[in-house]
């Protein structure tokens, strides 16, 4: 995610685990007309009551400013870090990736996910399901290479993100 | 009330428990309500049940939720307090959604509560159920379903603290019939953190110091002022009338900070925007340091974006931080309440070398003199005694002979163009005496409004400047007006038209006025009288002021039926897409209007 074009920027936020929550941040990007390229959300503290969302999105460098400022306005929002313009970050995604195919296309499809380090994590006689954790861009390439091999299926999470180094989503 | 010294030896003790419609009313009038304006329902039976049985609070049935949220809202604005709404499930949520958005748009501070299906309804489809939680999310600063007992007395005290920290808005709990009818535990204000930890009241002091800096610099500054100084309070609206006094600059506002600064101040320059006056707007356009307090460069004070202040150094003191470079891109943001922005401004100013620029600032307020001679809201007023009465004429009579009472009086308008001539014709010297529906425009928010204020100020003058149109949005509010024996006096200035409909369809579509007649319309005098109030109608200039006159010094509700001129406009005009410097002054320029591009046409 940290090569991607300018304009696009990772946006991590801590909410309340509380019902309506998410609607809420939702409601936000579709009624002010921002775009959302991928979101995830999920709870990370020990009791289950502060979710972590992450949301990748595109805008100038005043559009995400803006996008900043109006998710501050919420709430149960407790902190807002846009990990694109604060220092270097870390993201990864997950994807589930399905090729049907036999003969060569699929001993191919074999040679490439070994290459790009993903798991079979599930096999039939006709097909695979790979596993693949990586950058949005390796995952990107990895399901281009699979397109003419058999791909079938793709199931991607969504990035999670992280800033590099000592500081927090908290202190920083 | 004290409320606090009451509750604290309850706390004191173990938990209080109560029926949960108890718990609520317990909880109002610890956060200080006096009057709730409601409309009663299935779901919320139980909280009318505890209403009836206190003497604390007193409820007003209005005849449409609605008119409720609008009641409250201008009981908010005209007092400085949270306005509290109550109403009942399903269709009763969903009518209040128009007045939780008007609330929002103009920063008033709200609580309402509505009533739903028991929880184990909730998702059935039940009767009268709706998603009001949903629905409502994007109508609301905030907005709750209360699951659980436990939750609703702090609910409560958090939804008032939200209500009305940093920029203040409408905020909704829904409450479960089970939730209103079982038992809940009681817990008063001070054991409740509400989550309000993000308002930042005190402004950054280097921010002041190079705003302040940058003012004495200007040689042709300009107070740009908003409806966050009335927000703020009357602290704000002294400082403000203080810091003009000791800088000399000149003063506009929008529509929503009227009476922040007296409108009879020579510095004060009326509104600027669309229907703003010449002077003001060629400030704007001309000035080279723009104070912009507590407004928020709306479409209708900005014009054209990039032909707005183009040569101005930008200062924007908001509570609201995305508010700052939303629009315009500012050269000194201030986050922070604006009366304490106002204040260290004030000190500021007086610490800071003296100002150096007089000579220039004068040849400034010579300039804008020479903008003001033009006199802008002049209109042409035939003085026959059969004279067809203009709308600007029967405004400013209303304007003036309500000034001879010497009585402290309040205004609220409907929306349209009776709304911008009451808003260039009325002067406020005093902050909450304006009622006005500013950013969402809606029609029927006046009625109901003079409701709000007259149950706030049960001796004050009430007006409501209305169009025939938008009034009868919710003319059901004349029975409200009845039961409670509400003097308000409702000015229907009358031209059979939307006017600001049939402006713009003059103006941009070829005159061809497409269902902007306002046809087959009542008989406002027998309206009036079946409601039990006065009806008074004025046909000629020879029975304008005598029918003023009449509904001012009548003790009881008035509607007055001023039939006007059906053809005029209001002027002046920044025709959509255009620059402050390209405004259109009178029908002798309305051909400009057909100029208006495509781009422009595009805007509302």
Partial sequence: MQQEAPGSAVISLLVDNESGALGRIIGLFSGRGYNIRSLTVAPVDEHGLVSRVNIVTTGTLSDIRQIKAQIERLVPVSRVVDLSSEGPHVAREMALIKVVSSGEPRTEALRIAEAFRARAVDTTASSFVFELTGSSDKLDSFIELMRPLGLAEVSRTGIAAICRGPQTIQNN | ?604
């Fill in chain 2, 1 to 604: 009330m004290t409320p606090k010294t009451a509750s604290a030896p309850m706390a004191a003790q173990t938990t209080t428990t109560l029926p949960g419609a108890e718990v609520l009313m317990r909880a109002l009038v610890e956060q200080g309500v006096e009057v709730i304006f409601g409309y009663p329902g299935g779901a919320v039976l139980p909280i009318y049940d505890a209403l009836f049985r206190q003497n604390h609070i007193r409820h007003i049935l209005v005849r449409h939720e609605q008119a409720a949220v609008h009641a409250a809202e201008a009981y908010a604005r005209s007092t400085g307090k949270v306005g509290v709404v109550l109403v009942t499930s399903g269709p009763g949520a969903t009518n209040a959604v128009t007045g939780l958005l008007d609330a929002l748009m103009d920063s008033i501070p709200l609580v309402c509560l509505s009533g739903q299906v028991p929880t184990a309804l909730i998702g059935n489809d039940a009767f009268q159920e709706a998603d009001t939680t949903g629905i409502t999310r994007p109508v609301t600063k905030y907005n709750y379903l209360v699951r659980r007992p436990e939750d609703l007395a702090a609910t409560v005290h958090e939804a008032f603290a939200i209500a009305q920290a940093g920029r203040p808005g409408p905020v909704l709990i829904d409450l479960p019939k089970n939730i209103t009818v079982g038992n809940a535990p009681y817990k008063g204000a001070d054991e409740v953190k509400p989550r309000v930890g993000k308002v930042q009241v005190e402004p950054d002091r280097d921010a002041i110091v190079r705003a302040v800096a940058a003012m004495k610099n200007g040689r042709r500054p300009l107070f740009y002022t908003g409806g966050g100084i009335i927000n703020s309070g009357s602290e704000a609206c002294e400082g403000l009338r203080k810091l003009a006094k000791l800088t000399g600059f000149p003063v506009t506002s929008t529509l929503m900070g009227f009476g922040a600064f007296p409108g009879t101040d020579k510095q004060f320059l009326g509104m600027l925007g669309m229907h703003g006056t010449y002077e003001a707007n060629l400030a704007t356009h001309g000035c080279d340091v723009l104070i912009a307090l507590g407004s928020r460069f709306d479409d209708r004070v900005t014009g054209r974006l990039d032909a707005f202040s183009p040569d101005s150094f930008k200062i924007h003191a908001d509570i609201d931080p995305s508010q700052i470079n939303k629009i315009i891109p500012v050269d000194q943001p201030i986050v922070g309440d604006v009366g304490r922005t106002i204040a260290l401004m004030i000190e500021e100013w007086e610490k800071q070398p003296a100002y150096e620029h007089k000579a220039e600032l004068t040849a400034w307020w010579e300039q804008i003199e020479a903008w003001r001679a033009l006199d802008c809201l002049r209109f042409n007023q035939d003085q026959a005694p059969d004279a067809i009465i203009k709308p600007q004429q029967a405004i400013q009579r209303i304007y003036e002979l309500a000034q001879q009472t010497g009585r402290d009086t309040f205004v609220s308008t409907e929306v349209g163009q009776h709304q911008m001539w009451a808003a260039q014709f009325f002067k406020f010297d005093k902050p909450n005496r304006w009622l006005t529906s500013g950013g969402l425009g809606t029609m029927g928010y006046g009625l109901p409004a003079a409701v709000g204020a007259q149950i706030a100020h049960p001796d004050a003058l009430v007006l409501d400047v209305a169009g025939e149109a938008s009034t009868l949005m919710n003319i059901q509010e004349l029975g409200t007006i009845a039961q409670y024996r509400l003097p308000v006096k409702l000015f229907i200035i009358n031209n059979h038209y939307m006017g600001m409909v049939r402006q713009w369809q003059e103006l941009l579509h070829g005159s061809r006025y497409s269902e902007s007649y306002s046809d087959a319309l009542p008989d406002f005098v027998k309206l009036a009288e079946s409601f039990h109030a006065k009806g008074l109608r004025a046909t000629r200039m020879d029975q304008l002021d005598d029918v003023i006159r009449e509904a001012l010094a009548h003790d009881g509700p008035v509607v007055v039926d001023l039939c006007v001129a059906e053809g005029e406009n209001c002027f002046p005009m920044i025709p959509s897409g255009a620059a402050h410097n390209e405004m259109i002054l009178g029908p002798e320029q309305e051909e400009r209007g057909a100029k208006v591009t495509r781009e422009g046409m595009m805007l509302v």
